[in-house]
């Protein structure tokens, strides 16, 4: 058991469910706290509600990623079940060239009019 977290594009030809993960990650808890704290500054939500939901991501979200995948600057991850926090650090090193390849992905969708959608499960 554990964190699983994707991204897909959703478009008018793949509907409701959108496409499959074009990226999967494994507890990786800083992106999680990422995603968890720009889903509850658009939604209000607890970041809770994110489990087995989605937050459409946009342009600014992809750039500010961007710079704090750069800047070493991912938020901490204070812990949270099955998120893997006791490792964060090395995970988030050893996902560097993954998440920045990501953001490079999710803007290029994004470009072409499609929705890039963050979700994950625990």
Known sequence: MGLDQYAYVKTHESGEEGESAKFVWRKHSKLQTFMEALYTERTGLDATDLNCGELKLETADIDTLEQAIKGSALPHCEGGFFYGHQFQDEV???????????????????????????????
């Open 92 to 122: 988030a090193a050893e996902s560097r060239d993954y998440d920045l390849e990501f953001c490079a992905w999710a803007r290029a969708e994004i470009a072409r009019g499609s929705t890039v959608i963050y979700s994950c499960w625990w």
